[in-house]
């Protein structure tokens, strides 16, 4: 797998950002307007606190693209970082995204910096790639993942695993009526990944 | 003065006499129809042209029944709009993926293989194509009516020529050249009509005429000087092949009896043939439910059916407007006017062997967002399945498939997972055009220079 330049997924100017597999880094620099910074640190404390967790969880449920994001403040409170991963193009969904909580979190904290023009501006787009600092490298563990199938595969190996746990399942598996099933390869791979 | 004229969405009052009725009009059925693709050599021919054709092309919702009027759609190309001289600064104001063309767009599209721009039929995709024109109606009679003025127009216009044109026709019974009745789903839009699902709440104007407020709150971007953006709309246009015997083939060589072949094929394409939606009749067709317009359409997934056992989540009906159902993204923003008008000859019923024959749809998609509308619907939700929680999984009826195409059918105890699926459409062409306003029809037939 190669890491490549973002293809544009709309009709506008190639965006920067790397991707891999099925997922794009996607990093954005700005400046913080002059003596807005507490008002930007308590924005992101305010989404990041631990009380808000439960929200934070179920508006990132709401996207369903995103790997990760965070946030930096440096250079003596003058600039601003905000750094993510996500599947497909973030360009082909930034209109939906408009509409979600994180979107209007992000909202709060971008309206901190020079010159954003507000999340649901029809201009948003391009002061986002204005801003886009396309890294120079991108490393993922997963890049064939999608965070739908992540979670995917988080239920399932849970449900694998609850079923493992009955006595149900290991006397089925002494059970000479299932023989045929055990002998499968596709049934052997499963019992590969019973054994720990 | 059409009726619809003074009705009004909340805060919103659309200029409805000003939009061409081929953009809000639904097809009637049965319906008989012409697309022709034109070049203009000259500019000031093509200006005559537009001017000469004005008096034959209707504004606003001429009848209430669909099926009582005929019409004719005036349609430009970017290339059509440079061939007419439009001003540069003017053409530049275009969004950039009209700018480019449909065959432009093809990786992005899933245009590729067989329905690579390469293997287009010509003129598609070539610079040669600036006007379509569209006329439709009930039946032949009035369709030659309708075209009369246009012939009158060319004979008079030296300079534009037609260089393509295709016959639609509605096939026996309603019903695609897959079999399966279509032209049921109309969305609502605020100050122009209700749509046919009553469970979806009218959509905001500017989702479907430049000019007015869209689901964002905002203004869509709109081509300038106002005169020539305002009320006008942009259309995709595709010649879509269907693979007729492909389709029975597959079905059949998956099925085991006649009736899980017709199952199988209704969980592909979300309805039953008679257009019976799968949510409503889950296991068995009701020629009454989908030939009946009150309810042959009223339905949403979330409530009864968001797991996708009675329609999966991957059906093609599904997949295009997935409604209230649980996916990433909001439905609201990629909402599209669908008209399918059929071309070429039915395959005769039980033939599995491929005749030769060209036959499928052109299919017209109508909305003022080309990228977040067609572009997306067409690249998220027909070529990708990430939306609804199976990445890679494309359409299995729509999608390009190069034979190793899955489909998961939610079903208890165990989902079947649909396998070595072919593509069953191919794309013969297609452009993206601009349905210009009457206004904008006179401006550009008035341009100087």
Redesign the interface.
């Known amino acids: 797998m190669t890491t490549e330049q973002g293809t544009t997924q709309s009709g506008q100017p190639k965006r920067p950002g790397l991707t891999k597999g099925v997922c794009s880094e996607f990093t954005i620099l700005a400046n913080i307007k002059p003596g807005q910074a507490e008002a930007m640190r308590a924005a992101i404390a305010a989404v990041s606190s631990e009380e808000n967790e439960p929200a934070s969880r179920a508006a990132l449920q709401e996207i369903g693209t995103l790997h990760d994001a965070r946030h930096v403040i440096f250079d003596s409170d003058t600039r601003y970082l905000f750094a993510s991963v996500f599947d497909g193009s973030w360009d082909t969904y930034i209109d939906d995204f408009a509409k979600t909580a994180i979107g209007a979190n992000l909202d709060r904290i971008f309206s901190n910096a020079e010159g954003f023009p507000g999340i649901k501006d029809p201009t948003v787009k391009d002061w986002v790639a204005a801003h886009q600092a396309s890294a120079l490298g991108f490393a993922t563990s997963y890049p064939d993942l999608t965070v739908q199938q992540i979670w995917k595969d988080q239920r399932a190996n849970q449900a694998f695993q609850e079923v493992l746990d009955t006595s149900e399942f290991r006397a089925a598996l002494d059970n000479p009526a299932n023989a045929a099933l055990l002998a499968t390869p596709a049934f052997q791979k499963l019992l590969d990944q019973a054994q720990g | 003065m059409s009726e619809a004229a003074s009705t009004s969405g909340p805060g919103v009052s659309v200029e409805i006499d000003d939009i061409q009725s081929g953009a809000l009009h639904a097809r009637p059925s049965p319906y008989v129809g012409r697309f022709f693709l034109l070049r203009i050599d000259d500019r000031h021919a093509g200006r005559a042209m537009l001017g000469r054709m004005l008096p034959a092309t209707e504004g606003g919702l001429p009848t209430v029944n669909p099926d009582q009027g005929a019409w004719v759609t005036v349609a430009l190309t970017f290339q059509g709009l440079r061939a007419l001289g439009v001003p540069q600064e003017s053409l530049d104001s275009f ?6 063309g449909m065959a432009a ?1 093809a990786e ?1 599209l899933g245009d590729t293989g067989e329905s690579d721009p390469a293997q287009w039929e010509k003129p598609f995709g070539t610079p040669d194509v600036h006007m379509g024109i569209v006329a439709l109606a009930p039946d032949a009679e009035r369709l030659q009516k309708a075209l009369e003025h246009e012939r009158a127009a060319l004979q008079e216009t030296p300079g534009v020529e037609i260089i393509w044109q295709q016959e639609v026709h509605q096939l026996p019974g309603g019903r695609t050249s897959f079999g399966f009745r279509d032209g049921i789903s109309h969305p609502g839009i605020e100050g122009v009509g209700s749509g046919t699902n009553p469970h979806e709440a009218p959509l905001k104007a500017g989702e479907f005429i430049l000019g007015y407020p869209d689901e ?4 869509p ?1 709109m081509p300038q000087p106002e005169v020539l953006g305002r009320n006008g709309t942009y259309l995709a246009v595709r010649k879509l092949h269907t693979k007729v015997a492909a389709w029975r083939q597959y079905l059949r060589s998956n099925s085991s009896s006649p009736e899980e072949e017709g199952l199988l094929g209704a969980k592909m394409v979300g309805r039953w043939p008679s257009g019976a939606p799968l949510t409503l009749s889950p296991d068995h067709d009701d020629e009454a439910l989908g030939a009946d317009p009150h309810r042959n359409n009223a339905f949403g997934y979330k409530e009864n059916d968001d797991r996708g056992l009675k329609c999966p989540a991957g059906a093609h009906i599904r997949r295009i407007n997935p409604r209230d159902a649980t996916i ?3 439905t609201r ?1 990629h909402r599209i006017i669908r008209r399918g008008t059929s071309y070429g000859p039915p395959l005769p019923e039980g033939v599995l062997e491929d005749d030769g024959a060209d036959r499928g749809l052109i299919g017209v998609f109508i909305g003022a967002h ?3 509308q067609f ?2 619907i067409k ?2 939700w027909v070529e990708d399945g ?1 939306f609804i ?1 199976f ?1 890679g999984e494309k359409d299995p009826v729509a999608g390009h498939h190069d034979g190793t195409g899955t489909m998961t059918v939610p079903a208890k105890p165990v989902r079947r997972r649909l396998q070595n699926l072919p593509s069953f459409v191919v794309t013969r062409g297609g452009e993206y055009c601009f349905l210009p306003s009457l206004s904008a029809l006179r401006w550009l037939s008035e341009l100087k220079g």
């Not at chain 2, 969004?95 to 480019?100: G, K, S, V």
């Open positions: 969004p950039p993926e009209f700018q480019q767009r992005h964002t709150g905002n203004l971007p990433v993204g909001a923003l080309l990228d977040r572009e997306f690249s998220e990430n929680g990445s």
